[in-house]
């Protein structure tokens, strides 16, 4: 067993590295993942700003801090989403072919993309944070809240990642990439983006209730604030789909292996 | 995973089919035997099933029926065996146009267990001898055809594979990157390496296969060494072009004498099996001149592969050409 | 130049576009997927001072037209990418066709598609209870305004796509548009915006095509914000036109 997991750390290494070096000098791959939640930030907490003057909008740390929250589980999905993406040219180009080869075990190709699209998260919400502290949102949560929040990041490139590499391992093709976006998509404007759970109105807070996104939201700004909300349920929820997610990919990449 | 013995056959594959959806057979009940050692060229033309059976035999591709063992393994209950024993170079080169020479050989190397410094050791021997050397440090987007096509050999020798599957990997290539690559092949087979090698080239085959076995539509129609498979066919063919289209009736009336000719498809000539081998020759030719006939060419052809193809399946191989 | 190319053209773009679910969806799921997110999610918007409307959805429909001709440059650059990378182009080039009948063609073609958007718009919008002070002639006026804007912008698309002669290259073009339209009027009233972001939009030019759209919506034909979208919807035909037309003439006839 031992051996077993030793060969898919190796070739999740290898593929990881790969990866990360890759993103890292393609510009067209680097560029969006730092500016694109930049943009989002600044359109939204700056765009959007009058509604922290609403009596009803209840954050006290300020519109920013509450965008900033938004911003970082939507970042933490994407990155998965986009690394995910990469699977996909990479099946669809044949370089896919090449690490299915050459691995003694697979499960080690999809553990390796998942490596790259942590890194990639580390460098988005790092740029991004920084932007953030800049343009005045206030932190006050402690160390431990604030490792919590990482920690709920990464479950979250998880997430984002297991959703998409399966259907990535599924289609073979990037032009899956609507399949694999538009889920995140809406799982992530259909939760409290702009507003709070209690400023919702009609269908879209009855869908965000429900929405395991609405969680993480509130688990994320609470830990910036330093007043943790929705915790367990949002750890739980998290784990759980990243759990069932990378059952997901692992299904799809016997399918994968299958279809040839 | 525990030690077997060393097995007999480096490839055995037994009744081996491959069906897709929609009930294409791609491999149709194959057997054939590879002994360590040997090259054993896996000729056929385009839609064959070649590129289907290595799919199987380097564990691409799951078979639908039957069985084959690589190197002793089972290629679908002993997958990750039989990858640390192989190494592959398939039809499509499959390398990442950002990275370098050096990347893909670190990236490989590291698949298959190396440390950095033996990838890198052996890497720079493999580029070097493949005439890779000085474009190692660039991006392969920069590479020619020929340039991928070494690179993507050389990463398949990098762990040192008992055996190896190359792909048609001659396909597209100038002459003198086709002669080189033989060379090397045949470098590799006098060190010890067993060579799988898929190819529509009958010259090719017939330069570098031990053995050959010729498949058509999913089946292996043909098996032997190229000298025996042409034995089989056996009698040269003797090819004669009259110096006037009008001759071409009584040469062939003349030639009715020596067996069963037939017209040339371009419809300038006429050639016939010798049955007596190339004896016959010097008979023809006398009764040819003593007829007054006068040729403009006469060619006698050895027996060809592709000869053995229409023999078996009543069809040219696709992209043969005569022999001059 | 005959109508008759002209509209062979334009067909085949036409067709082209709408046989291509991949591409349907920018053009019309994805506006009116974010148009019902917004329209509910920032409903409480509509509780600030100054919000011209109680009904955000009327407010925002505007997004969804000007998506649409963003769309339209991306989706008329990426087809003809493709035509120029498969050969496709060579063909056309074989025949007589002239290079204005072409450029009128594409261009027309978007402009059909851009029309067939706003209708879809129209009936989404209406069926969600959005309200059209324009009445009749203000959803005529949407549908003409669509696809004038949406030939507009799909101007770029060519000069792009004959510039850059890749279609993943044209694709590459759409977050910077995608960011324009971040950047601006799209969420809340100029009015409503402070800062630097109020500055960053008020020198944006989709700022003004929004609310050309959005006061058809709202007012009815006020002249200001129809102007000021007209003169955007001028200002891409004579920027990404002159740059189309450029680009054709700077390109081999056998491309």
Sequence with gaps: ?260 | MSARPQPDAAILVEGLVREFPGGVRAVDGIDLVVGWGEIYGFLGPNGAGKSTTVSILTTLLPPTGGRALVGGYDVLKEGPAVRRLIGASLQRCALDPYLTAWEHIVLQGTLHGLSRRESLERGGELLHRLGLGEAAERKVRTYSGGMQRRLDLALALLHRPRLLFLDEPTTGLDVQSRTALWEEIRALANGGVTVFLTTQYLEEADALADRVGIIDRGRLVAEGSPAELKAQIGRPALEAIPAKRALRSRLLELLRNFGEPVELGDGEGVTIRLERGTAELAEVVRAVDGAGIEVADLRIHAPTLDDVFLAKTGRRLEGSKEEG | ?255
């Design chain 3, 1 to 255: 130049m005959s109508a008759t190319v002209v509209l062979a053209v334009a067909r085949r773009a036409f067709v082209k576009t709408v046989r291509q679910p991949f591409q349907l969806f920018p053009l019309i799921f994805f506006p009116a997927i974010l148009l019902a997110i917004n329209a509910s999610g920032l409903a409480a918007a509509t509780h600030l001072p100054g919000f011209p409307t109680r009904s955000y959805l009327s407010f925002a429909i505007a997004l969804a037209y000007v998506q649409g001709a963003l769309f339209a440059l991306v989706n008329a650059g990426t087809n003809l990418a493709e035509d120029l990378e498969s050969g496709f182009f060579t063909r056309l080039a074989l025949t007589p066709l002239s290079r204005r009948a072409l450029l009128a063609g594409l261009l027309a073609g978007s402009g059909a598609v851009g029309v067939l958007q706003s209708a879809i718009y129209l009936l989404i919008g209406a069926l969600a209870g959005a309200q059209l002070k324009g009445g009749l002639p203000g959803a005529l006026l949407l549908l003409a305004f669509g696809g004038v804007a949406s030939a507009g912008f799909a101007a770029g698309g060519v000069a792009a796509a004959l510039l850059l002669r890749s279609g993943e290259a044209v694709q590459g073009l759409f977050p910077f548009f995608f960011v324009l339209l971040l950047l601006s009027s799209a969420n809340l009233p100029r009015n409503l915006l402070h800062g630097w972001f109020q500055t960053v939009a008020t020198y944006n030019p989709l700022s003004y095509l929004i609310e050309g759209f959005r006061a058809i919506y709202l007012t009815g034909f006020p002249a200001g914000p129809l102007l000021g979208g007209a003169a955007v919807v001028a200002g891409s035909w004579l920027l990404f036109g002159t740059a189309a037309v450029v680009a054709l003439r700077r390109s081999p006839r056998a491309l």
């Design chain 1, 1 to 260: 067993m031992s051996g077993r997991w030793r060969e898919t750390w190796q070739v999740a290494w290898a593929v990881g590295r790969r990866n990360v070096g890759s993103y890292l000098r393609r510009p067209e791959l680097l560029l969006p993942s730092l500016v694109f939640p930049l943009i989002f930030f600044a359109s939204f907490a700056g765009g959007l700003s009058a509604l922290g003057h609403l009596p009803t909008f209840r954050f006290g740390a300020g519109y920013t801090t509450f965008e900033y929250g938004f911003i970082f589980c939507q970042t933490a999905l994407s990155s998965g989403l986009f690394t995910a993406f990469s699977l996909a040219s990479d099946l669809e180009t044949g370089f896919a072919r090449r690490l299915f080869l050459a691995s003694a075990n697979r499960q080690g190709i999809p553990l390796g993309y998942l490596l790259g699209a942590l890194a990639r998260a580390v460098l988005s919400i790092a740029a991004t944070t920084a932007v953030a502290l800049a343009a005045g949102m206030r932190v006050s949560g402690s160390p431990i809240q604030l490792a919590g929040l990482v920690a709920l990041g990464l479950l979250l490139v998880a997430l984002g990642f297991g959703w998409a590499a399966g259907i990535a391992l599924r289609f073979r093709t990037v032009q899956a990439g609507p399949a694999m976006q538009t889920p995140v998509f809406l799982a992530v404007f259909l939760a409290p983006a702009y507003v709070p759970l209690h400023l919702l109105r009609g269908w879209i807070h009855a869908v965000a209730t429900i929405n395991p996104v609405t969680y993480y939201l509130a688990a994320s700004r609470g830990l910036l604030i330093g007043h943790p909300q929705q915790l367990l349920a949002a750890f739980l929820l998290a784990a759980a789909g990243a759990a069932a997610l990378w059952g997901w990919t692992a299904f799809n990449l016997r399918a994968a292996e299958a279809a040839g």
